[in-house]
C-alpha cells in the first residue's frame, strides 16, 4: 500500500508539470508522455545500483584526473532547458571544496543537490529530496560528509555559537565518538557516524522508504577525502 495518497501525488505532479516540465509527470506516472525524452533515456532504463556506479566512476574521473567535462555545453543546457531528469540527489556539506558536480565529473541536469554545512537532514532539506527522487526521478541518493568538515568540529566542540549557526550545528549527530576534534582520526570517525545518522533521518521518510521498497532508489552515505580527491562508500 502506498502511504502517499492519490489527491496528494497528484498535486505533487501539478506542481512539478507547472513548473518543471512535463517529463516529470511521466516519471512519477511511469507513462509515455515526455518532453524531453533524450534526457529522460539517459537514465530511465538503468537501475539505482549502475546509476551509483556512474556517479562512482565520474569521482574515479576527478581524482585520476581525467575529467570528460561532459553535459556542460551549450547542447546540453538547451536539452535540459526543456526538462530535467537528475540521475542522482546528494545531501553535502557546504564546504566550498566539496561541490558535487566537479568532484563527480557530472554536468548540466545530472545531479539534484542540497548543501547545507554537515550536511543535515533538516526537514527541509528531506522535502527537497524527496522531490528530487519522487518527481524529478533521481535513483540514488546520497549523503556525503567530508574530510576535515568544520560543522562536525563545532559540534564535537560543543558550547554557543552566534546568530543561527547553532540551529544547524545541534542537527549533527557524531554517535558515540567523544574525544577532542584536535585529534583528526576522531573529526573522521564523527564525520562518518553523522552521514549514518542523517541517512536513518532521511529513511524515516515515507516518500523515500517506499521508492526504496519498490526499488527505484537507493540511499548510501560517503566520504569524501579532501586531499586525494576520492569519494569512499561508506
Ligand atoms: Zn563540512
Given at each position: 500500500m502506498s502511504p502517499i495518497p492519490p489527491i496528494d501525488r497528484r498535486q505533487l505532479i501539478q506542481y512539478g508539470g507547472a513548473f518543471l516540465g512535463t517529463s516529470l509527470m511521466a516519471t512519477v506516472l511511469?507513462?509515455?508522455?515526455v518532453s524531453n525524452p533524450k534526457v529522460q533515456a539517459q537514465t530511465i532504463n538503468q537501475t539505482p545500483q549502475e546509476l551509483l556506479n556512474q556517479l562512482m566512476e565520474g569521482n574515479g574521473r576527478f581524482s585520476e584526473q581525467r575529467r570528460l567535462k561532459a553535459?556542460?555545453?551549450?547542447?546540453?543546457?538547451?536539452?535540459?532547458?526543456?526538462?530535467?531528469?537528475?540521475?542522482?540527489?546528494?545531501?553535502?556539506?557546504a564546504d566550498s571544496r566539496v561541490p558535487p558536480e566537479i568532484?563527480?565529473?557530472?554536468?548540466?541536469?545530472?545531479?539534484?543537490?542540497?548543501r547545507i554545512a554537515g550536511n543535515v537532514a533538516t526537514p527541509q532539506e528531506v522535502g527537497s529530496l524527496e522531490f528530487g527522487t519522487l518527481v524529478l526521478g533521481a535513483k540514488v541518493l546520497m549523503v556525503l560528509g567530508h574530510q576535515g568538515c568544520g560543522a562536525v568540529k563545532a559540534?564535537?566542540?560543543?558550547?554557543?555559537?552566534?546568530?543561527?549557526?547553532g540551529s544547524v550545528i545541534k542537527k549533527i549527530d557524531i554517535g558515540s565518538v567523544t574525544d577532542d576534534n584536535s585529534n583528526a582520526a576522531s573529526v573522521t570517525m564523527a564525520t562518518k557516524a553523522n552521514v549514518e545518522h542523517q541517512m536513518a533521518v532521511l529513511k524515516q521518510s515515507s516518500?523515500?522508504?517506499?521508492?526504496?521498497?519498490?526499488?527505484?532508489?537507493?540511499?548510501?552515505?560517503?566520504?569524501?577525502?579532501?586531499?586525494s580527491g576520492i569519494v569512499t562508500l561508506l
Amino acid at each position: 500500500m502506498s502511504p502517499i495518497p492519490p489527491i496528494d501525488r497528484r498535486q505533487l505532479i501539478q506542481y512539478g508539470g507547472a513548473f518543471l516540465g512535463t517529463s516529470l509527470m511521466a516519471t512519477v506516472l511511469g507513462n509515455q508522455i515526455v518532453s524531453n525524452p533524450k534526457v529522460q533515456a539517459q537514465t530511465i532504463n538503468q537501475t539505482p545500483q549502475e546509476l551509483l556506479n556512474q556517479l562512482m566512476e565520474g569521482n574515479g574521473r576527478f581524482s585520476e584526473q581525467r575529467r570528460l567535462k561532459a553535459n556542460q555545453d551549450f547542447n546540453r543546457l538547451t536539452e535540459v532547458a526543456q526538462g530535467q531528469n537528475p540521475f542522482a540527489a546528494i545531501l553535502s556539506c557546504a564546504d566550498s571544496r566539496v561541490p558535487p558536480e566537479i568532484i563527480f565529473d557530472q554536468g548540466l541536469g545530472d545531479l539534484f543537490i542540497c548543501r547545507i554545512a554537515g550536511n543535515v537532514a533538516t526537514p527541509q532539506e528531506v522535502g527537497s529530496l524527496e522531490f528530487g527522487t519522487l518527481v524529478l526521478g533521481a535513483k540514488v541518493l546520497m549523503v556525503l560528509g567530508h574530510q576535515g568538515c568544520g560543522a562536525v568540529k563545532a559540534a564535537m566542540d560543543g558550547g554557543e555559537l552566534p546568530g543561527q549557526i547553532g540551529s544547524v550545528i545541534k542537527k549533527i549527530d557524531i554517535g558515540s565518538v567523544t574525544d577532542d576534534n584536535s585529534n583528526a582520526a576522531s573529526v573522521t570517525m564523527a564525520t562518518k557516524a553523522n552521514v549514518e545518522h542523517q541517512m536513518a533521518v532521511l529513511k524515516q521518510s515515507s516518500v523515500l522508504s517506499e521508492l526504496m521498497a519498490e526499488e527505484k532508489l537507493t540511499i548510501v552515505g560517503a566520504y569524501y577525502n579532501l586531499g586525494s580527491g576520492i569519494v569512499t562508500l561508506l
